[in-house]
């Protein structure tokens, strides 16, 4: 391998992570020289226009074919652009959520941190669409999940954030180290971090034992990646954390990261162990584990969706939700169908735009009450038709009702489970459990629509939350109206 100097590298294809970057070192210098009476949503509007100006910066990339530099660590391709765009788009619907929200319990006097580091996450799972090595995506993951684990508990001076926090840290930590473990098998076996050296070696192992320690690889590392999913039975901190964390952050997590992990499970799980024929007669490993993939998507859907239907904090019941949602992309990666790439990645749009616009109405919502029951959504409609509406057509999406990106979502994940070898068993759980989850989702529409209302004082949408619900509406009725413009653009990628 020949030595470049760092000017022979095409470093364009990085201009998207150089502007959160340097934004990010913007926002640091004037949060700490500005002064202290100077409202810090400056900060934020500032952070919206970096995650603007990166979303260009890609846009005019998108002819870019596809290209590696820093000797193959990173790499520029359909598939970093596009879910590139989602995490951009998706971090900036959540920064119109911040900017509105109404500080309390000590976070103002933290505002100005949140943003940057809200940023520093984000280049993390930017870093990780695009890594080409077991180590950059490592140190994305890493990058993700401890600026993650501060932004949970920055409400230092509340109790419920405190114990999200430390929630989050164990049950990070134990997955970070099984996911480690798993790391390193898979270089002892290839010495190469290399995710195509990787793929290359181990498509020609045949040898017994390696298949043993090569299947225990798979297993250590789809478990570590699973604590980040929040898939059962390793979602124990998600509730905890969804509840204790500011809103914006419980949509961060929810959303961003949430599309994080499945990028990272896709690099390594797909690029690397689809083509490992370990016993010499052409399976993938993937397919020798598929049983437990199934198992822990069905376990996922239903644990989920039975779960929520006991719940009475909205943050909690969209929890056990997003525990749910991510059973379902579990089942298009058990599957393996042709569209695998084109399904997670739109059922993943659906899902950020109706979720982000659900949480903006909850923010609104829980700061006017000053409570997250389901209760206290009782009587929406006659004190804000608007938000009613709005938070009813999210929550049919949400639950697949056709007419809607989330239904659209479930349909290509469903007629993907009958791609080569059907399954059935699965596809009929996903049908049970989307079912199931109809009456938690009504059981909120039933409080804004059918209950009186405690209170008869109206809302007052601040800009950015109708910014958000414009978005998430209008997206999740055209993806689901017209989905066909979705695979367009992605095509164009």
Do not use: C
Not at 316 to 321: E, L, P
């Amino acid at each position: 391998m020949s030595l470049k100097t760092l000017s022979e590298f095409n470093w364009s294809v990085m201009t998207p992570e150089f502007i959160i970057l340097g934004v990010i070192a913007l926002l640091t210098l004037l949060d700490l020289f500005l002064p202290k009476r100077l409202d810090r949503r400056i900060l934020g509007w500032l952070s919206i226009a970096g995650i603007f100006a990166a979303i260009v910066a890609l846009f005019g990339l998108l002819g870019t074919e596809p290209t590696t530099i820093l000797y193959d660590t990173f790499t520029f391709d359909t598939f970093g652009k596009s879910f590139k765009l989602l995490l951009l788009a998706g971090a900036g619907l959540v920064l119109f959520l911040a900017v509105s929200y109404d500080a309390k319990d000590g976070l103002e006097e933290y505002r100005g941190e949140f943003y940057y580091l809200f940023l520093t996450a984000l280049l993390g799972a930017m870093f990780m669409t695009s890594s080409g090595d077991l180590i950059t995506l490592f140190i994305g993951l890493e990058l993700l999940s401890i600026s993650s684990y501060i932004l949970a508990g920055i409400k230092k001076h509340n109790l419920e954030s405190n114990e999200s926090a430390m929630k989050y840290v164990i049950n990070g930590g134990i997955s970070t180290a099984i996911t480690l473990f798993g790391m390193s098998y898979v270089y002892g076996l290839t010495g190469s971090t290399n995710l195509a050296e990787i793929a290359n070696k181990l498509s020609a192992v045949v040898d017994g034992q390696q298949a043993y320690l090569l299947g225990l690889a798979f297993l250590l590392i789809f478990v570590g990646l699973s604590f980040k999913l929040a898939s059962a039975p390793f979602h124990m901190w998600a509730p905890d954390v969804y509840q204790g964390a500011p809103t914006p952050v419980t949509a961060f997590l929810s959303v961003v990261s949430k599309t994080a992990g499945f990028v990272i499970v896709i690099r390594i799980l797909i690029s690397v162990f689809y083509n490992a024929a370990p016993s010499g007669d052409g399976s993938s490993i993937l397919f020798k584990m598929h049983d437990y993939m199934a198992f822990l998507a069905a376990a996922t859907m239903i644990i989920g969706n039975v779960v929520a239907l006991k719940q009475t904090n909205i943050k909690r019941m969209f929890a056990y939700s997003s525990i749910a949602h991510a059973g379902y992309l579990l089942v298009a990666l058990t599957t393996m169908s042709a569209n695998l790439i084109f399904s997670v990645w739109f059922y993943l749009l659906a899902y950020m735009l109706m979720n982000l616009g659900a949480f903006a109405v909850i923010q609104v919502v829980t700061e006017k009450t000053g409570s997250a029951k389901i209760a206290d959504f009782a009587g929406l409609y006659r004190r804000s038709p608007v938000l009613a509406v709005t938070m009813g057509i999210l929550l049919v999406s949400l639950a697949g009702f056709p007419g809607t990106a989330g239904f659209i979502g479930k349909l290509n994940i469903f007629v993907g489970a009958f791609y080569g070898e059907p399954h059935y068993v699965l596809a009929s759980i996903m049908i049970a459990a989307t079912v199931v989850s109809y009456f938690y989702y009504f059981g909120v529409m039933t409080q804004m629509f059918f209950r009186p209302a405690r209170d008869e004082s109206k809302f007052n949408l601040p800009f950015a939350i109708i910014v958000v619900l414009i978005v998430a509406v209008v997206g999740s009725v055209l993806f689901g109206v017209a989905p066909n413009i979705a695979l367009d653009f992605l095509n164009k990628m």
